[in-house]
Every structure is written in structure tokens, then in C-alpha cells.
């Protein structure tokens, strides 16, 4: 099984700053990494596939990077709504598909 | 739109078996596979396993398997999960969502979530 690794847990970010989380795959899982949004009460939104390619609707201050092992969400210029829990998660590999603990990016 | 919408929330006792559906609309349901993903209380995500709405096959995570059963209506572009002898870590929201592709395996629809409460 794959075990995927996020940093940091929370992230105390300010509105305007820019957020930037990590995720580690314990192998690795090429470029088949998606991100996940999720806010209280609901269900996740996928922000990224592919590492670095957007969904559908996502705005641009949203962007992944990263092969292999080694995988980077940035959020530029954080707006009130993306305070949020993040999650990494590979589908390179399976069962199990795995996502990361996830990182809670939090208004400082 | 394309949507998933589940089943209501249900509460069971230890040892008993529940029932979860997720009914697609505004796609081609057979063209997309389902994966039912779950959520403890306060907790991350944790995959439970997959099911082709194209032919019925599916795969399950270790921790479920012989528990578990995954099946599609493609006459009601419907999923099921089927979870039996009910324990008490099964308690969580449990979730449907598209797999994008199968190049592309990401979720890129979810349902609302199902709560499911396992409880003597």
C-alpha cells in the first residue's frame, strides 16, 4: 500500500498570503496525484489531477506541481473561501487508492 | 448537472448489514466507474473500493473485503454498497464518487455523503 504523506498538519495562513502544502507518496505514483478541497459539512471537491492540472471552475491561484514522490499545492493570494482541509491522494496504484491525513490551511 | 444523491442517513446495531445508494444523473452512467470513499468522525478520507458501472467489476480495500459489496442498476444509473456484520469503526459519512476517466482515476463528482451510525 502506498502511504501518502501530508505537511504540514495546519497551515496559519493570512487572507492575501499565498498557502504552499506538501504531500509525499511512500513510492512513487508518477504524475497520478489529485487534490481535494473540503470545507465542513461537505463533500470534498477535486482542485487537481494529474499533479498540475486544474478541474473544472478552479481558479487560477490554485496550482500543483510535482512527480514522482514529491507533490506541491500552492495557493496564491488565499481568499476567505479557501480556508479549508486539503488532501493529496494517488491513483497510480491499487487497492488501495490512499489519500494523505490532509492539511487543515487555517485564518491566522 | 452532473450529480450523485444518496440515500438517507442510517443508524445500525453491531453485527447488522446496511444498505447505501448512490443515483446518478447528467452523465452516461455506464461509462464511469464508482468509488465509495469513507470519513470517521473528525477524520481523513479512507477508500472502501470500486465498482464499473460498464461491466460490474470491482475492487475493494483489504480492511472490508468479505464485508462488502459493491453492485450498479444501470436501469436506474444507480450504485450500491452493501456493508455487512456492522462494527462500531464503520461509523462514518460515506461517500460515492465518479472516477474521472480511466486514464484519469480522480473523483471528480461526489454525493452529499451518507452518515452511518453504528450503535448498540
Known amino acids: 500500500e502506498i502511504v501518502m504523506t501530508q505537511s504540514p498538519a495546519t497551515l496559519s495562513v493570512s487572507p492575501g498570503e499565498s498557502a504552499t502544502l506538501s504531500c509525499r507518496a511512500s513510492?512513487?505514483?508518477?504524475?497520478?496525484l489529485a487534490w481535494y478541497q473540503q470545507k465542513p459539512g461537505q463533500a470534498p471537491r477535486l482542485l487537481m489531477s494529474g499533479a498540475s492540472t486544474r478541474a473544472t471552475g478552479i481558479p487560477a491561484r490554485f496550482s500543483g506541481s510535482g512527480s514522482g514522490t514529491e507533490f506541491t499545492l500552492t495557493i496564491s493570494s488565499l481568499q476567505s473561501e479557501d480556508f479549508a482541509i486539503y488532501y493529496c491522494?494517488?491513483?497510480?496504484?491499487?487497492?488501495?487508492?490512499?489519500f494523505g491525513q490532509g492539511t487543515k490551511v487555517e485564518i491566522k | 448537472q452532473f450529480q450523485l444523491v444518496q440515500s438517507g442517513g442510517e443508524v445500525k446495531k453491531p453485527g447488522a448489514s446496511v444498505k447505501v445508494s448512490c443515483k446518478a444523473s447528467?452523465?452516461?452512467?455506464?461509462?464511469?466507474?464508482i468509488s465509495w470513499v469513507r470519513q470517521a468522525p473528525g477524520q481523513g478520507l479512507e477508500w472502501v473500493g470500486w465498482v464499473s458501472a460498464h461491466n460490474g467489476n470491482t475492487n475493494y480495500a483489504q480492511k472490508v473485503q468479505g464485508r462488502v459489496t459493491m453492485t450498479t442498476d444501470t436501469s436506474t444509473n444507480t450504485a450500491y454498497m452493501e456493508l455487512r456484520s456492522l462494527r462500531s469503526d464503520d461509523t462514518a459519512v460515506y461517500y460515492c464518487?465518479?472516477?474521472?476517466?480511466?486514464?484519469?482515476?480522480?473523483?471528480?463528482?461526489w454525493g452529499q455523503g451518507t452518515m452511518v451510525i453504528v450503535s448498540s
Open positions: 464518487a465518479r472516477e474521472r476517466g480511466i486514464a484519469v482515476r480522480a473523483f471528480d463528482i
Open positions: 513510492q512513487t505514483v508518477s504524475s497520478n
Open positions: 491522494q494517488q491513483y497510480n496504484n491499487w487497492p488501495p487508492w490512499t
Open positions: 447528467g452523465y452516461t452512467f455506464t461509462n464511469y466507474g
